[in-house]
């Protein structure tokens, strides 16, 4: 068992890595090799590169320092985040890992779909988790948004509550999933109609579905997809933390872009820093 788990491999959990190491934890940090950092060709504004440094460098050379210190990192996609007796498990597409604490530090979700009515229906037939809200729809016909594995993960929430479930990709690959009552669409979604609440999906090439309910699952999960299952508390999609960037749920933390504030590498470092310093005190503690 790990004493804590960082999601992420940017800036802020790079260096929550680096201290809660340093102060003797066992530490294990997953990421997925995306982060915002490599959409950034030149970064000019942060302390000790003269001339810069290009974001894709600056991420590869923060894994390669965690390395370097003995910290296990994995590259490999969080699925889902299991409460267990004295910790979590952290579910990935590869395997399970147990931990004490957990550190969310995933950045912001850069794959959020853009479809016309997906606002307006939010909470009224359109949900982003299905262990959440699920069981509203015991014995109707629901979809999932998405294709990767997260979306895979929500649809095997949902196949043994629903009547029948439509996986639709939006236009991407078809996921394995299997189920007699599971069907795949990858038609591009043109807009989510109703009048209350959701009734319909509206395809580009003019056909429509009927629906009782839809859950969003495109890309990968991030911090706010963990949060709502686990039942961290979110201001406007980001993650609320105290003054030691932890969360209401005791035993996990969040850093960086995740909760809110000024999205930059300094104060993802800031935040990744306190929130290493304070996941020692927890596991000490405990
Ligand atoms: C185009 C652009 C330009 C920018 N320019 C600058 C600049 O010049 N200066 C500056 O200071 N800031 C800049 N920023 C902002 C800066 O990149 C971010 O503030 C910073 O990277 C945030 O760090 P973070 O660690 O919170 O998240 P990120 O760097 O986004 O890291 C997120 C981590 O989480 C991992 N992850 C997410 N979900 C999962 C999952 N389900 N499973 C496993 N791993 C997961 C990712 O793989 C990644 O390792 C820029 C951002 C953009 C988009």
Known sequence: MYDTIIIGAGPAGITA???AKRGNLET?????????????????????????????????????????LGIDVKNEEVIKIEFKDNGYNIVTNIK??????VILATGIKKNAPKIKGIKEFEGKGISYCAICDGFFYKNKTVAVVGSGN?????????????????????????????????????????????NDK??????NDGTNLPIDGVFIAQGTADSSDFA?????????????VDENMETNISGIFAC?????GTLQISKAVNDGMIAGLSVIQYVKKL
């Open 17 to 19: 890595g680096i201290y």
């Open 228 to 240: 709502r299952k686990l039942g961290i508390m979110l201001n406007d999609n980001k993650i609320k």
């Open 198 to 203: 959701i009734e319909k999906i509206e395809f």
């Open 150 to 194: 997260y979306a895979v993960s929500e649809a095997n929430d949902l196949i043994n509550i629903v009547s029948k479930l439509i996986i639709l990709t939006n236009g991407a690959e078809k996921p394995e999933i299997r189920g007699e009552n599971v069907e795949i669409n990858s038609k591009p979604i043109k807009e989510f109609e109703g």
């Open 28 to 68: 294990l940090i997953i990421h997925n090799g995306e982060s915002a950092l490599q959409r950034t060709k030149n970064i000019e504004n942060y302390y000790g590169f003269i001339g810069g440094i290009s974001g894709d460098k600056l991420y590869f050379n923060g894994i390669k320092q965690a390395e370097n």
């Open 96 to 101: 399970t890992y147990s931990t004490k604490s």
């Open 256 to 260: 960086g872009d995740c909760i809110g």
